[in-house]
Protein backbone atom coordinates (compact mmCIF):
# COMPACT_ATOMS: atom_id res chain seq x y z
CA UNK A 1 0.00 0.00 0.00
CA UNK A 2 1.70 3.22 -1.75
CA UNK A 3 1.06 6.33 1.45
CA UNK A 4 1.48 10.14 1.08
CA UNK A 5 1.35 11.39 3.80
CA UNK A 6 1.04 15.79 3.68
CA UNK A 7 2.81 17.61 6.90
CA UNK A 8 4.11 20.70 8.30
CA UNK A 9 6.39 20.64 11.53
CA UNK A 10 6.55 18.78 14.81
CA UNK A 11 3.06 16.97 14.58
CA UNK A 12 3.48 16.00 11.03
CA UNK A 13 7.69 14.77 11.42
CA UNK A 14 6.74 12.81 14.02
CA UNK A 15 3.64 11.18 12.49
CA UNK A 16 5.75 10.37 9.39
CA UNK A 17 8.57 9.01 11.50
CA UNK A 18 6.47 6.67 12.90
CA UNK A 19 4.80 6.08 9.48
CA UNK A 20 9.09 5.59 8.32
CA UNK A 21 9.35 3.27 10.98
CA UNK A 22 6.52 0.70 9.71
CA UNK A 23 6.78 1.02 6.17
CA UNK A 24 9.27 -0.13 3.34
CA UNK A 25 10.84 3.25 2.20
CA UNK A 26 9.18 3.43 -0.99
CA UNK A 27 6.15 2.87 0.11
CA UNK A 28 5.80 6.18 1.52
CA UNK A 29 6.36 9.92 0.58
CA UNK A 30 5.87 13.00 2.23
CA UNK A 31 4.87 16.12 0.77
CA UNK A 32 6.43 19.11 3.38
CA UNK A 33 4.38 22.34 3.44
CA UNK A 34 7.18 25.54 2.68
CA UNK A 35 4.55 28.64 3.18
CA UNK A 36 6.53 29.06 6.39
CA UNK A 37 9.83 29.36 4.50
CA UNK A 38 11.84 32.35 4.56
CA UNK A 39 14.86 34.60 4.04
CA UNK A 40 16.87 35.14 7.10
CA UNK A 41 20.28 36.57 7.69
CA UNK A 42 20.48 35.99 3.67
CA UNK A 43 20.02 32.41 4.15
CA UNK A 44 16.66 30.45 3.17
CA UNK A 45 15.24 28.85 6.24
CA UNK A 46 12.64 25.76 5.49
CA UNK A 47 11.50 24.87 9.00
CA UNK A 48 8.81 22.27 8.31
CA UNK A 49 10.93 20.98 5.64
CA UNK A 50 13.98 21.03 8.56
CA UNK A 51 11.73 19.27 11.25
CA UNK A 52 10.58 16.33 8.96
CA UNK A 53 13.95 15.74 7.97
CA UNK A 54 16.15 16.18 11.42
CA UNK A 55 13.23 13.90 12.17
CA UNK A 56 13.21 11.55 9.75
CA UNK A 57 17.26 11.65 10.58
CA UNK A 58 17.28 11.15 14.01
CA UNK A 59 18.75 14.60 14.68
CA UNK A 60 15.97 16.51 15.79
CA UNK A 61 15.58 18.35 18.92
CA UNK A 62 12.95 16.69 21.28
CA UNK A 63 12.80 19.69 23.93
CA UNK A 64 11.82 22.65 21.15
CA UNK A 65 10.35 20.86 18.23
CA UNK A 66 13.01 22.47 15.83
CA UNK A 67 16.31 22.44 15.58
CA UNK A 68 18.98 19.77 16.38
CA UNK A 69 19.86 17.82 19.05
CA UNK A 70 23.16 17.95 20.97
CA UNK A 71 23.02 21.81 19.62
CA UNK A 72 25.65 24.33 20.07
CA UNK A 73 25.23 28.27 20.39
CA UNK A 74 28.47 29.95 19.18
CA UNK A 75 27.77 31.52 16.25
CA UNK A 76 24.42 32.74 17.68
CA UNK A 77 26.41 34.45 20.73
CA UNK A 78 28.95 35.76 18.54
CA UNK A 79 26.32 37.30 16.57
CA UNK A 80 24.45 39.22 19.45
CA UNK A 81 27.91 40.19 20.31
CA UNK A 82 27.99 41.89 16.89
CA UNK A 83 24.72 43.50 17.25
CA UNK A 84 22.81 40.76 14.53
CA UNK A 85 19.26 39.72 14.45
CA UNK A 86 19.03 37.28 16.76
CA UNK A 87 15.28 36.57 17.52
CA UNK A 88 14.98 33.87 15.43
CA UNK A 89 17.65 31.17 16.64
CA UNK A 90 19.82 29.50 14.70
CA UNK A 91 22.48 26.77 15.81
CA UNK A 92 25.65 26.00 14.99
CA UNK A 93 25.00 22.70 13.23
CA UNK A 94 21.71 23.37 12.24
CA UNK A 95 23.47 26.72 10.36
CA UNK A 96 25.01 24.17 8.26
CA UNK A 97 21.79 22.90 6.68
CA UNK A 98 20.45 26.11 6.08
CA UNK A 99 23.76 27.91 4.39
CA UNK A 100 24.50 24.28 2.26
CA UNK A 101 20.72 24.91 0.56
CA UNK A 102 21.26 28.86 0.31
CA UNK A 103 24.84 27.66 -1.12
CA UNK A 104 22.67 25.15 -3.52
CA UNK A 105 19.89 27.27 -4.46
CA UNK A 106 21.64 29.94 -5.62
CA UNK A 107 23.73 27.85 -7.86
CA UNK A 108 20.31 27.42 -9.55
CA UNK A 109 19.51 23.87 -7.66
CA UNK A 110 15.28 23.53 -7.05
CA UNK A 111 14.20 23.17 -3.46
CA UNK A 112 12.99 19.48 -3.88
CA UNK A 113 16.24 18.77 -5.66
CA UNK A 114 18.22 20.09 -2.38
CA UNK A 115 15.85 18.45 -0.60
CA UNK A 116 16.85 15.06 -2.23
CA UNK A 117 20.33 15.86 -1.55
CA UNK A 118 20.54 16.75 1.89
CA UNK A 119 18.35 14.06 2.81
CA UNK A 120 20.31 11.27 1.10
CA UNK A 121 23.72 13.00 3.11
CA UNK A 122 21.37 12.56 6.03
CA UNK A 123 20.17 9.01 5.43
CA UNK A 124 17.13 9.84 4.82
CA UNK A 125 15.40 7.16 3.16
CA UNK A 126 12.21 8.14 1.89
CA UNK A 127 10.98 10.22 -0.74
CA UNK A 128 10.47 14.24 1.17
CA UNK A 129 9.18 16.63 -1.18
CA UNK A 130 8.55 20.15 -0.77
CA UNK A 131 4.96 21.03 -1.69
CA UNK A 132 6.66 23.16 -4.78
CA UNK A 133 10.32 24.34 -5.77
CA UNK A 134 8.16 27.95 -6.46
CA UNK A 135 8.55 30.53 -3.34
CA UNK A 136 4.83 30.24 -1.78
CA UNK A 137 5.26 32.38 1.35
CA UNK A 138 2.56 32.41 4.30
CA UNK A 139 0.84 35.69 5.29
CA UNK A 140 -1.08 35.86 8.52
CA UNK A 141 -3.71 38.82 8.42
CA UNK A 142 -3.78 39.83 11.86
CA UNK A 143 -5.40 42.34 14.28
CA UNK A 144 -2.32 44.15 13.79
CA UNK A 145 -2.29 44.12 10.25
CA UNK A 146 -0.39 41.56 8.07
CA UNK A 147 2.54 39.69 8.82
CA UNK A 148 4.88 37.09 7.37
CA UNK A 149 4.33 33.73 9.30
CA UNK A 150 7.66 33.50 11.21
CA UNK A 151 6.97 37.35 12.25
CA UNK A 152 3.88 35.95 13.36
CA UNK A 153 4.99 33.19 15.29
CA UNK A 154 8.34 33.22 16.26
CA UNK A 155 9.22 36.89 16.37
CA UNK A 156 5.73 37.43 17.72
CA UNK A 157 5.02 34.40 19.54
CA UNK A 158 2.05 33.80 17.59
CA UNK A 159 0.49 36.50 20.19
CA UNK A 160 -1.67 38.74 17.59
CA UNK A 161 -5.38 37.55 16.83
CA UNK A 162 -5.72 36.20 13.04
CA UNK A 163 -8.45 37.02 10.82
CA UNK A 164 -7.41 34.89 7.91
CA UNK A 165 -4.07 34.08 5.60
CA UNK A 166 -3.10 34.43 2.41
CA UNK A 167 -0.49 32.39 0.67
CA UNK A 168 1.26 34.85 -1.74
CA UNK A 169 2.48 33.12 -4.90
CA UNK A 170 0.40 29.83 -4.80
CA UNK A 171 -1.69 31.01 -7.56
CA UNK A 172 1.61 30.94 -9.35
CA UNK A 173 3.18 28.11 -8.06
CA UNK A 174 3.37 24.31 -9.24
CA UNK A 175 3.48 21.32 -7.52
CA UNK A 176 7.12 20.00 -6.97
CA UNK A 177 8.68 17.87 -9.34
CA UNK A 178 7.65 14.38 -7.57
CA UNK A 179 4.35 15.40 -5.88
CA UNK A 180 1.93 14.80 -8.64
CA UNK A 181 3.54 11.52 -9.48
CA UNK A 182 3.75 10.40 -6.14
CA UNK A 183 -0.15 11.75 -5.28
CA UNK A 184 -1.00 9.56 -8.22
CA UNK A 185 0.01 6.65 -7.57
CA UNK A 186 -0.98 7.27 -3.71
CA UNK A 187 -3.35 4.22 -2.24
CA UNK A 188 -3.77 6.48 0.53
CA UNK A 189 -3.13 9.88 1.74
CA UNK A 190 -2.33 10.60 5.04
CA UNK A 191 -3.22 14.44 6.32
CA UNK A 192 -0.58 14.01 9.14
CA UNK A 193 -1.78 16.38 12.47
CA UNK A 194 -0.64 19.14 11.61
CA UNK A 195 -1.96 23.10 11.60
CA UNK A 196 -4.92 23.47 9.30
CA UNK A 197 -4.07 26.79 8.51
CA UNK A 198 -0.81 26.74 8.05
CA UNK A 199 0.81 23.71 8.00
CA UNK A 200 -1.69 21.94 5.41
CA UNK A 201 -3.98 24.77 3.79
CA UNK A 202 -0.79 25.67 2.08
CA UNK A 203 0.08 22.56 0.27
CA UNK A 204 -3.96 21.88 -0.86
CA UNK A 205 -3.56 25.87 -2.33
CA UNK A 206 -0.50 24.57 -4.81
CA UNK A 207 -2.84 24.24 -8.17
CA UNK A 208 -3.23 20.25 -8.97
CA UNK A 209 -2.50 19.07 -5.52
CA UNK A 210 -6.10 19.45 -4.46
CA UNK A 211 -7.17 17.77 -7.81
CA UNK A 212 -4.96 14.67 -7.20
CA UNK A 213 -5.93 14.25 -3.60
CA UNK A 214 -9.65 14.74 -4.09
CA UNK A 215 -8.85 11.26 -5.93
CA UNK A 216 -7.98 9.29 -2.96
CA UNK A 217 -8.73 8.29 0.33
CA UNK A 218 -7.84 10.78 2.57
CA UNK A 219 -7.32 9.90 5.84
CA UNK A 220 -6.44 12.75 8.43
CA UNK A 221 -5.68 12.60 12.12
CA UNK A 222 -6.84 15.54 14.18
CA UNK A 223 -4.39 18.20 15.46
CA UNK A 224 -6.64 19.53 18.34
CA UNK A 225 -7.43 16.89 21.16
CA UNK A 226 -9.91 17.69 23.95
CA UNK A 227 -10.53 21.35 22.01
CA UNK A 228 -7.01 22.06 22.61
CA UNK A 229 -3.69 22.04 19.86
CA UNK A 230 -1.72 19.37 20.74
CA UNK A 231 1.26 22.08 19.96
CA UNK A 232 1.11 25.52 18.14
CA UNK A 233 -1.51 27.86 17.70
CA UNK A 234 -3.84 25.84 15.79
CA UNK A 235 -6.77 25.87 18.68
CA UNK A 236 -5.99 29.70 19.07
CA UNK A 237 -6.45 30.09 15.45
CA UNK A 238 -9.85 28.42 15.00
CA UNK A 239 -11.09 30.78 18.49
CA UNK A 240 -9.99 34.02 16.68
CA UNK A 241 -12.05 33.00 13.34
CA UNK A 242 -14.96 32.41 15.54
CA UNK A 243 -15.11 28.41 15.42
CA UNK A 244 -14.83 26.45 18.54
CA UNK A 245 -11.40 24.62 18.36
CA UNK A 246 -11.91 20.87 18.00
CA UNK A 247 -11.47 17.60 16.11
CA UNK A 248 -15.36 18.42 14.34
CA UNK A 249 -14.00 21.60 13.73
CA UNK A 250 -10.85 19.72 11.98
CA UNK A 251 -13.12 17.67 9.91
CA UNK A 252 -15.64 20.61 9.24
CA UNK A 253 -12.37 22.66 7.46
CA UNK A 254 -11.56 19.44 5.59
CA UNK A 255 -14.72 18.13 4.63
CA UNK A 256 -14.55 18.49 1.11
CA UNK A 257 -11.41 16.19 0.93
CA UNK A 258 -11.46 13.79 3.66
CA UNK A 259 -12.32 10.26 3.92
CA UNK A 260 -11.87 9.81 6.99
CA UNK A 261 -10.30 11.43 9.89
CA UNK A 262 -8.55 9.57 13.45
CA UNK A 263 -9.48 11.25 16.49
CA UNK A 264 -8.11 10.92 20.33
CA UNK A 265 -9.76 8.64 22.53
CA UNK A 266 -10.56 11.55 24.68
CA UNK A 267 -12.59 13.03 21.41
CA UNK A 268 -14.82 10.03 21.11
CA UNK A 269 -18.35 12.19 21.74
CA UNK A 270 -17.33 14.00 18.67
CA UNK A 271 -17.50 10.87 16.51
CA UNK A 272 -20.93 10.77 15.70
CA UNK A 273 -21.26 14.56 14.42
CA UNK A 274 -17.76 13.84 12.26
CA UNK A 275 -19.81 11.00 10.81
CA UNK A 276 -22.44 13.08 10.07
CA UNK A 277 -20.25 15.16 7.71
CA UNK A 278 -19.54 12.34 5.76
CA UNK A 279 -15.96 11.66 7.05
CA UNK A 280 -15.88 8.19 8.88
CA UNK A 281 -14.44 8.79 12.59
CA UNK A 282 -11.31 6.54 13.43
CA UNK A 283 -10.86 6.54 17.48
CA UNK A 284 -6.97 6.32 18.38
CA UNK A 285 -4.56 7.55 21.25
CA UNK A 286 -3.59 10.17 19.28
CA UNK A 287 -0.39 11.50 21.28
CA UNK A 288 2.96 10.96 20.36
CA UNK A 289 5.50 11.25 23.28
CA UNK A 290 8.04 8.69 22.44
CA UNK A 291 9.06 6.75 19.08
CA UNK A 292 6.94 4.02 20.35
CA UNK A 293 3.68 6.14 20.42
CA UNK A 294 4.94 7.36 16.85
CA UNK A 295 5.02 4.16 15.54
CA UNK A 296 1.84 2.81 17.54
CA UNK A 297 -0.25 5.23 15.96
CA UNK A 298 1.09 4.48 12.43
CA UNK A 299 0.24 1.16 12.83
CA UNK A 300 -2.85 1.99 13.91
CA UNK A 301 -3.16 3.99 11.01
CA UNK A 302 -2.20 1.63 8.62
CA UNK A 303 -4.85 -0.70 9.55
CA UNK A 304 -7.52 2.01 9.48
CA UNK A 305 -6.31 2.41 5.59
CA UNK A 306 -6.49 -0.73 5.19
CA UNK A 307 -10.19 -1.13 6.60
CA UNK A 308 -10.82 2.10 4.53
CA UNK A 309 -9.80 0.18 1.27
CA UNK A 310 -12.85 -2.63 2.12
CA UNK A 311 -15.20 0.11 3.28
CA UNK A 312 -15.43 2.40 -0.28
CA UNK B 1 51.97 62.60 14.73
CA UNK B 2 48.58 61.39 12.83
CA UNK B 3 49.53 58.21 11.33
CA UNK B 4 48.33 56.11 8.49
CA UNK B 5 48.56 52.14 8.24
CA UNK B 6 48.52 50.19 5.18
CA UNK B 7 47.48 46.78 5.90
CA UNK B 8 46.90 43.10 4.25
CA UNK B 9 46.59 40.03 6.73
CA UNK B 10 48.74 38.65 9.54
CA UNK B 11 51.85 40.77 9.52
CA UNK B 12 50.06 44.44 8.84
CA UNK B 13 47.18 43.30 11.42
CA UNK B 14 50.47 42.64 14.11
CA UNK B 15 51.85 45.94 13.75
CA UNK B 16 48.85 47.92 13.34
CA UNK B 17 47.81 46.08 16.94
CA UNK B 18 51.64 47.60 18.19
CA UNK B 19 50.71 50.82 16.72
CA UNK B 20 47.43 51.04 18.56
CA UNK B 21 49.30 50.15 21.66
CA UNK B 22 51.38 52.85 21.99
CA UNK B 23 49.12 56.18 19.72
CA UNK B 24 46.22 57.90 20.56
CA UNK B 25 43.12 55.84 19.05
CA UNK B 26 42.15 59.13 16.96
CA UNK B 27 45.84 59.48 15.71
CA UNK B 28 46.02 55.95 14.36
CA UNK B 29 43.83 54.83 10.93
CA UNK B 30 44.48 51.67 9.17
CA UNK B 31 43.48 51.32 5.48
CA UNK B 32 43.04 47.16 4.84
CA UNK B 33 43.26 45.23 1.51
CA UNK B 34 40.39 43.95 0.23
CA UNK B 35 41.58 42.20 -2.97
CA UNK B 36 41.14 39.16 -1.02
CA UNK B 37 37.31 38.90 -0.36
CA UNK B 38 35.86 36.78 -1.53
CA UNK B 39 32.21 35.42 -1.77
CA UNK B 40 31.96 32.03 -0.48
CA UNK B 41 29.26 29.85 0.50
CA UNK B 42 27.00 33.20 -0.58
CA UNK B 43 28.66 35.20 2.77
CA UNK B 44 31.00 37.93 1.80
CA UNK B 45 34.39 37.36 3.18
CA UNK B 46 37.38 39.70 3.77
CA UNK B 47 40.09 37.89 5.01
CA UNK B 48 42.11 40.92 5.91
CA UNK B 49 39.61 42.93 7.13
CA UNK B 50 38.63 40.60 9.28
CA UNK B 51 42.44 39.39 10.95
CA UNK B 52 43.05 43.45 11.42
CA UNK B 53 39.48 43.55 13.22
CA UNK B 54 40.19 40.13 14.78
CA UNK B 55 43.47 41.31 16.12
CA UNK B 56 42.79 44.46 17.36
CA UNK B 57 39.87 43.21 19.35
CA UNK B 58 41.44 40.82 21.03
CA UNK B 59 40.04 38.08 19.46
CA UNK B 60 42.27 36.42 16.56
CA UNK B 61 43.84 32.93 16.69
CA UNK B 62 47.32 33.23 17.42
CA UNK B 63 48.37 29.57 15.93
CA UNK B 64 46.39 29.77 13.07
CA UNK B 65 46.70 33.82 11.56
CA UNK B 66 43.20 33.42 10.39
CA UNK B 67 39.65 33.34 12.45
CA UNK B 68 38.87 33.63 16.13
CA UNK B 69 40.86 32.14 19.27
CA UNK B 70 39.00 29.86 21.34
CA UNK B 71 36.64 28.69 18.02
CA UNK B 72 34.40 25.49 17.67
CA UNK B 73 33.77 23.90 14.78
CA UNK B 74 30.22 22.29 14.64
CA UNK B 75 28.98 24.26 11.91
CA UNK B 76 31.75 23.12 9.67
CA UNK B 77 31.52 19.44 10.63
CA UNK B 78 27.76 19.84 10.30
CA UNK B 79 28.42 21.37 6.66
CA UNK B 80 30.63 17.75 5.79
CA UNK B 81 27.96 15.61 6.58
CA UNK B 82 25.84 17.44 4.21
CA UNK B 83 28.39 17.39 1.38
CA UNK B 84 29.13 20.82 1.45
CA UNK B 85 32.53 22.66 0.55
CA UNK B 86 34.71 22.78 3.66
CA UNK B 87 38.19 23.78 1.69
CA UNK B 88 37.89 27.74 3.41
CA UNK B 89 37.45 26.86 7.21
CA UNK B 90 34.99 28.78 9.14
CA UNK B 91 34.50 28.63 12.74
CA UNK B 92 31.22 28.64 14.47
CA UNK B 93 31.86 32.49 15.57
CA UNK B 94 33.60 33.76 12.81
CA UNK B 95 30.90 32.97 10.68
CA UNK B 96 28.65 35.54 12.95
CA UNK B 97 30.71 38.67 11.16
CA UNK B 98 30.77 37.26 7.94
CA UNK B 99 26.95 36.56 8.09
CA UNK B 100 25.95 39.58 9.97
CA UNK B 101 28.38 41.73 7.08
CA UNK B 102 26.65 39.94 4.63
CA UNK B 103 23.21 40.74 5.74
CA UNK B 104 24.21 44.45 6.19
CA UNK B 105 25.90 44.73 2.31
CA UNK B 106 22.61 43.01 1.08
CA UNK B 107 20.62 45.80 3.26
CA UNK B 108 22.52 48.11 0.76
CA UNK B 109 25.26 49.74 3.60
CA UNK B 110 28.39 49.77 2.18
CA UNK B 111 31.20 48.02 3.27
CA UNK B 112 33.33 51.04 4.66
CA UNK B 113 30.02 51.27 6.82
CA UNK B 114 29.71 47.59 7.95
CA UNK B 115 33.03 47.82 8.90
CA UNK B 116 32.69 50.45 11.14
CA UNK B 117 29.32 48.99 12.84
CA UNK B 118 31.78 45.96 13.42
CA UNK B 119 34.84 47.32 14.80
CA UNK B 120 32.53 49.38 17.34
CA UNK B 121 30.67 46.19 18.53
CA UNK B 122 34.07 44.78 19.31
CA UNK B 123 35.55 47.43 20.54
CA UNK B 124 38.06 48.75 18.07
CA UNK B 125 38.65 52.15 18.98
CA UNK B 126 40.89 53.05 16.11
CA UNK B 127 39.45 53.90 12.70
CA UNK B 128 39.46 50.75 10.63
CA UNK B 129 39.06 51.38 6.35
CA UNK B 130 38.85 49.27 4.12
CA UNK B 131 40.78 50.53 0.62
CA UNK B 132 37.36 50.77 -1.62
CA UNK B 133 33.97 49.72 -1.00
CA UNK B 134 33.87 48.54 -4.52
CA UNK B 135 34.60 44.76 -5.38
CA UNK B 136 38.23 44.67 -6.60
CA UNK B 137 39.48 40.77 -6.37
CA UNK B 138 42.86 39.78 -6.66
CA UNK B 139 43.57 37.52 -9.85
CA UNK B 140 46.68 35.42 -9.57
CA UNK B 141 48.05 34.59 -13.42
CA UNK B 142 49.43 31.72 -12.65
CA UNK B 143 51.29 28.57 -14.51
CA UNK B 144 48.11 26.65 -14.11
CA UNK B 145 45.82 29.91 -15.52
CA UNK B 146 44.01 32.55 -13.72
CA UNK B 147 42.73 32.02 -10.11
CA UNK B 148 41.01 33.47 -7.76
CA UNK B 149 43.40 34.74 -4.75
CA UNK B 150 41.52 32.43 -2.15
CA UNK B 151 41.61 29.76 -4.87
CA UNK B 152 45.59 29.77 -5.03
CA UNK B 153 46.00 30.74 -1.70
CA UNK B 154 43.26 28.26 0.38
CA UNK B 155 42.65 25.76 -1.84
CA UNK B 156 46.16 25.48 -3.46
CA UNK B 157 47.83 26.72 -0.61
CA UNK B 158 49.49 29.00 -2.95
CA UNK B 159 51.79 26.06 -4.73
CA UNK B 160 51.18 27.67 -8.51
CA UNK B 161 53.75 29.14 -10.18
CA UNK B 162 52.97 33.21 -10.19
CA UNK B 163 53.45 34.85 -13.57
CA UNK B 164 51.86 37.65 -12.25
CA UNK B 165 48.71 39.55 -10.86
CA UNK B 166 45.51 41.62 -11.80
CA UNK B 167 43.19 43.54 -9.83
CA UNK B 168 39.94 42.87 -11.47
CA UNK B 169 38.13 46.29 -10.91
CA UNK B 170 40.73 48.62 -9.19
CA UNK B 171 40.24 50.54 -12.31
CA UNK B 172 37.07 51.73 -11.70
CA UNK B 173 37.05 51.48 -7.92
CA UNK B 174 37.20 54.58 -5.66
CA UNK B 175 38.81 54.65 -2.60
CA UNK B 176 36.27 54.27 0.58
CA UNK B 177 34.61 57.28 2.09
CA UNK B 178 37.69 58.19 4.69
CA UNK B 179 40.39 57.14 3.04
CA UNK B 180 41.57 60.22 1.35
CA UNK B 181 40.23 62.19 4.56
CA UNK B 182 42.98 60.39 6.73
CA UNK B 183 46.03 60.27 4.16
CA UNK B 184 45.54 63.82 3.66
CA UNK B 185 45.43 64.36 7.36
CA UNK B 186 48.28 61.74 8.38
CA UNK B 187 51.76 63.12 8.99
CA UNK B 188 53.29 59.94 7.84
CA UNK B 189 52.29 56.52 6.18
CA UNK B 190 53.52 53.19 7.12
CA UNK B 191 53.53 50.35 5.40
CA UNK B 192 52.92 47.34 7.05
CA UNK B 193 55.02 44.13 7.02
CA UNK B 194 52.57 42.64 4.58
CA UNK B 195 52.95 40.78 0.89
CA UNK B 196 53.75 43.23 -1.50
CA UNK B 197 52.08 42.22 -4.60
CA UNK B 198 48.89 40.97 -2.83
CA UNK B 199 48.59 43.13 0.39
CA UNK B 200 49.61 46.38 -0.17
CA UNK B 201 49.97 46.57 -4.43
CA UNK B 202 45.81 46.36 -4.29
CA UNK B 203 45.73 48.96 -1.85
CA UNK B 204 48.32 51.40 -4.62
CA UNK B 205 46.14 50.19 -7.38
CA UNK B 206 43.17 51.89 -6.42
CA UNK B 207 42.64 55.58 -8.65
CA UNK B 208 43.80 58.15 -5.95
CA UNK B 209 45.35 56.31 -3.30
CA UNK B 210 49.34 56.32 -4.72
CA UNK B 211 48.78 60.49 -5.13
CA UNK B 212 47.69 61.00 -1.81
CA UNK B 213 50.13 58.77 -0.54
CA UNK B 214 53.28 60.24 -2.66
CA UNK B 215 52.91 63.21 -0.95
CA UNK B 216 53.67 62.26 2.29
CA UNK B 217 56.71 60.36 4.21
CA UNK B 218 56.14 57.04 3.79
CA UNK B 219 57.88 54.57 5.77
CA UNK B 220 57.80 50.61 5.20
CA UNK B 221 58.26 48.12 7.52
CA UNK B 222 60.07 44.76 4.94
CA UNK B 223 57.71 41.24 4.90
CA UNK B 224 60.99 39.90 3.93
CA UNK B 225 63.45 39.04 6.62
CA UNK B 226 66.53 37.06 5.28
CA UNK B 227 65.83 36.03 2.59
CA UNK B 228 62.41 34.33 3.03
CA UNK B 229 58.89 35.66 3.88
CA UNK B 230 57.97 36.08 7.61
CA UNK B 231 54.86 34.13 6.72
CA UNK B 232 52.92 33.61 3.42
CA UNK B 233 54.16 33.42 -0.34
CA UNK B 234 55.90 37.04 -0.66
CA UNK B 235 59.26 35.12 -0.84
CA UNK B 236 57.93 32.42 -3.01
CA UNK B 237 56.31 35.24 -5.55
CA UNK B 238 59.47 37.12 -5.70
CA UNK B 239 61.47 34.62 -7.00
CA UNK B 240 58.70 33.05 -9.18
CA UNK B 241 58.29 36.67 -10.66
CA UNK B 242 62.36 36.13 -11.46
CA UNK B 243 63.80 38.75 -8.41
CA UNK B 244 65.52 37.52 -5.45
CA UNK B 245 63.38 37.67 -2.53
CA UNK B 246 65.37 40.30 -0.18
CA UNK B 247 64.48 43.91 1.75
CA UNK B 248 66.14 45.12 -1.03
CA UNK B 249 63.88 43.62 -3.38
CA UNK B 250 61.08 45.35 -1.26
CA UNK B 251 62.70 48.54 -1.14
CA UNK B 252 62.97 48.72 -5.12
CA UNK B 253 59.46 46.99 -5.31
CA UNK B 254 58.24 50.49 -3.50
CA UNK B 255 60.97 52.68 -4.30
CA UNK B 256 58.92 54.98 -6.22
CA UNK B 257 56.57 55.63 -3.01
CA UNK B 258 58.72 54.48 0.20
CA UNK B 259 61.24 57.50 2.19
CA UNK B 260 62.41 54.79 4.42
CA UNK B 261 62.31 51.27 5.25
CA UNK B 262 62.53 49.06 8.11
CA UNK B 263 64.88 46.02 7.62
CA UNK B 264 64.96 43.33 10.11
CA UNK B 265 68.62 43.81 12.51
CA UNK B 266 69.61 40.60 10.22
CA UNK B 267 69.35 42.27 7.10
CA UNK B 268 71.76 45.08 7.99
CA UNK B 269 74.19 44.36 5.36
CA UNK B 270 71.30 45.65 2.75
CA UNK B 271 71.19 48.87 4.16
CA UNK B 272 73.75 50.54 2.04
CA UNK B 273 71.84 49.12 -1.63
CA UNK B 274 68.62 50.52 0.00
CA UNK B 275 70.09 53.84 0.51
CA UNK B 276 71.40 53.54 -3.00
CA UNK B 277 67.81 53.31 -4.23
CA UNK B 278 67.53 56.61 -2.40
CA UNK B 279 65.09 55.45 0.60
CA UNK B 280 66.37 55.88 3.90
CA UNK B 281 67.32 52.15 5.97
CA UNK B 282 66.00 51.60 9.49
CA UNK B 283 67.57 48.87 11.27
CA UNK B 284 65.09 47.18 13.65
CA UNK B 285 64.27 43.88 15.47
CA UNK B 286 61.06 43.61 12.92
CA UNK B 287 60.13 39.85 14.02
CA UNK B 288 56.83 40.22 16.08
CA UNK B 289 56.32 36.91 18.24
CA UNK B 290 54.42 38.52 20.81
CA UNK B 291 52.72 41.81 22.08
CA UNK B 292 55.48 43.31 23.48
CA UNK B 293 57.40 42.68 20.34
CA UNK B 294 54.47 44.27 18.44
CA UNK B 295 54.33 47.25 20.88
CA UNK B 296 58.75 47.64 20.90
CA UNK B 297 58.49 47.27 17.04
CA UNK B 298 55.84 50.03 16.62
CA UNK B 299 57.52 52.62 19.22
CA UNK B 300 60.77 52.20 17.58
CA UNK B 301 58.42 52.51 14.05
CA UNK B 302 57.05 55.75 15.87
CA UNK B 303 60.58 56.88 17.03
CA UNK B 304 62.23 56.71 13.41
CA UNK B 305 59.00 58.27 11.99
CA UNK B 306 59.88 61.79 14.10
CA UNK B 307 63.72 61.53 13.16
CA UNK B 308 62.44 61.55 9.77
CA UNK B 309 60.62 64.48 9.81
CA UNK B 310 63.58 66.13 10.83
CA UNK B 311 65.76 64.74 8.01
CA UNK B 312 63.42 65.70 5.32
Chains 1, 2 share one sequence.
Not at 86 to 115: N, Q, Y
Not at 169 to 189: M, N
Amino acid sequence: MKIVALAGGVGGAKLVDGLAGVLPPADLSVIVNTGDDFEHLGLMICPDLDTVTYTLAGLANPDTGWGRRDESWAFLDALRALGGPTWFRLGDRDLALHIERTRRLRAGEPLSAVTRTLCAALGVEIQVLPMTDHPVRTRVLSDIGELGFQEYFVERSSEPAVRGFRFQGADEAAPAPGVLEVLRAADRIIFCPSNPWVSLDPILAIPGIRAAIGEKPCIGVSPIVGGKAIRGPAAKMFGELGIEPSSLAVAEHFRDVLTALVIDTRDEPLAEPIARLGIQPLVAQTLMHDRSDRLALAGELLEFAAALERAI
